[in-house]
């Protein structure tokens, strides 16, 4: 009788143990369906996440400095104020040099091309050199020019009373500016501005067909008067 109950507990146990093993079994398929999903779907990976966007620097806006044409007109004072103005307003800081401004000014100069040379000599004074421009930028100097009053010399006047005929081109004339010179820069992380009182003479042609150009300009501050 022992033995019998012996032999028959020893089954119950290896039934109940193949029972335990198959409810694993089962429990385990289902913690992997519940890992791997549906049949046929695919679990995520990493490829198919969608790849982090690079901006691309060759793509960005490239901002060149430019410098502002001088307006076209047939009006002398309107030209020689513009040009003016052109010639003293500047920054050191856009990473334009002083031949840039004067190639600007240069485009309005005599068409015929005779006084260019000579227009861009008189330019080279009215700019800083290339050595006081780079050590005017590391103070942030910007400048430009307020005008007080432009006119007609009279000594223009008395100059065209005595010219022969032909010697001066169709619509010479000559505007004498005055003004201001404003310079601001940062010294020792302040800001500073000076001020100068300049005066000057332009030579245009102002044809009545056609718009004025700039021919030559007077020495700063020997103007004609």
Known sequence: MKSFLSDRSRRRLIG?????????????IGVYGLLAGPEGASRPSDSDDPAPTVADPSNEPVFEPTIPPVPTTSDPQTFAHAVAERIFTWETTTGLMPLDYSAAILEV???????QAGLAADLSSYFPTREAWIDLRTYSTTQCLSIEDSYTPQAWAEAVDQARSGQLP???TAVTIEGTRHRTGVWNEEPVTTKHEVAFTLFLTCPEDGNCA????SELDNPLR
């Open 16 to 28: 109940l143990i193949a029972a335990l093993a198959l409810i694993v079994a089962v429990a385990g």
């Open 109 to 115: 100069g005599d068409p015929s091309g005779t006084e």
């Open 170 to 172: 169709a619509g010479a």
């Open 214 to 217: 700039l021919l030559r300009l």
